[in-house]
Structures are given as C-alpha cells and as structure tokens.
C-alpha cells in the first residue's frame, strides 16, 4: 500500500554525519546512521512520493515555491564512510547530496574530536573526486571545524573564505553551500559567510526551510543514529519538525 505524505512548500534539510555503525565506544552513537538503516530510510522516502536531493537543487526549488516533494539529503564534515556507504546507496535510489567538508582534513581523520578518543577516517581527494563524478554535490564546512563565534574576525574570515577556494580548486566547481560547524551562528559569522560568497548556510535550528527564512541561516532535520524508523517517517512526510521550531 503507497504511503501519503503532507508535503507543503517547504524544504525539509535532512543532516546526517557517518553512514556506519558506530564503534565500540563512542561517545557519540548518535553521529553514526548504519547503511541498512540509510537504504531504509531512502526507501521509505521514495514510498512517500519524495526524492533525495542535493542543497543546489532543493534550494532551488524552495525560490520557486516547490520543494515540498524533495528532502535536501546533506552530510556533515565529510566521512570516508560516506562515499564508501552512503553514494551507492544514493545512487540505488537515484538520490543526490551535498556533502559539508572539512577541507584541511581531506585524507585526514576528524582531529576537532580527537579528544573524545574515537578518530574516524575522512575522504581523501580522490574519494572526493569520485563522490563528486557520480553526481553528488560538496559544500563547505571550514578548514578546521572550530567554534566560529571564538575566533577574531581576521581568522572567521580565513576559515570560510579559504576552505571555499580549496574545494573549488580541488574539485572544479562551484562550492556555494556553507554548514556552521556546532551551528555557531551569530551576526558576525552570518556576515562572514555573506562576504565569502555562499549562497546558503545551515544552522542546527531545527525546522523545515521556508522561502521566507535568511538562506544564511537555514534550519536543518537532524537524522540521528539510534531512532526508529517511524520518528524519520514523521519528519519526512508531516510537519513535525516545523511544529518543533
């Protein structure tokens, strides 16, 4: 039986971070989507008449007042997890996404949480080029992971501005969409993406986007890992999240 789904005009941000199973003694289970839960929840997406896809197009779509059928799939920080997971999953489903990278740790590991003991592997550049050749989108998310709202204006600046040209060289394409690392988001840091030339930003105020919102200061849908499938159901197709701004 096709399930229904209370779509409205919004764009709904969904935010996910490692598509794996978490390792024995993380701190932060939560971060970690496994790949047979991943593959569920695209199903159930496509079940509800909705389709996956990168910030460019939902965003897009949300300026002409029809994103309603379309979740911005988006990863934070830029596992290695994700190319080696997440993309054929996204692919079986004819899905895209925007993956938020953090651009002095390409080929690196997650150093901003070396202190939880935990380290995971980010993308190299290769892996980088290979999740942008099947069609999936790459968006900033600094060079470093810091708390935004510590840093002098000089630095905040060279954070945003310089991981944006990185990946642009690195990749050959256009890199507008900006993630706040932690979500720190102030005027200061709001103006220092302006300046750097993004087009969006995320926040992790929770919500569904409307064409109304600053897109420089988007609300996003945490996915976490550990929630069944019926909580992701109700963010997908009600306006549950909305309610919960």
């Known amino acids: 039986m096709a399930a ?13 971070h490692s598509i794996d199973h978490p390792p024995v003694g993380t701190p932060l289970p939560k ?9 569920r929840q695209c199903r159930w997406l496509t079940r509800l008449g909705m389709r996956g896809v990168s910030m460019s197009e939902g965003y ?15 990863l934070d920080d830029g596992y290695q997890d994700n190319v080696l997971h997440a993309a054929p999953i996204l692919s079986r489903y004819g899905f895209s996404a925007t993956c938020y990278v953090v651009s002095n740790t390409i080929g690196g590991d997650n150093a901003w949480d070396a202190a939880l003991g935990v380290p995971r592997a980010m993308m190299t550049a290769d892996e980088l080029h290979a999740w942008q050749q099947q069609g999936f989108e790459i968006g900033s998310h600094t060079c470093t992971h810091p708390h935004l709202d510590r840093l002098d204006p000089a630095t905040l ?3 945003m501005r310089e991981s944006r040209q990185r990946l642009q060289t690195l990749t050959g394409a256009a890199v507008e969409h900006f993630w706040y690392p932690y979500g720190d988001h102030t005027a200061g ?57």
């Not at 409205?8 to 935010?15: D, E, K, P």
């Not at 971060?31 to 593959?39: R, T």
């Open 157 to 159: 600046a060279a954070e």
């Open 189 to 245: 840091v709001g103006g220092a993406a302006r300046q750097a030339g993004y087009v969006t930003a995320t926040t992790t105020r929770k919500g569904i986007a409307q064409t109304s919102d600053d897109p420089l200061q988007l609300p996003r849908i945490s996915i976490n890992g550990g929630r069944g499938i019926a909580k992701f159901v109700l963010y997908a197709g009600t306006a549950y999240a909305e309610m919960r701004r």
């Open 31 to 39: 971060l970690h989507v496994s790949p047979e839960m991943f593959d």
């Open 4 to 16: 229904k789904a209370m779509h409205g005009n919004g764009l709904r941000i969904f935010t996910y």
């Open 60 to 74: 897009r779509a949300l300026r002409e007042g029809n994103a309603g059928k379309l979740v911005a799939i988006t």
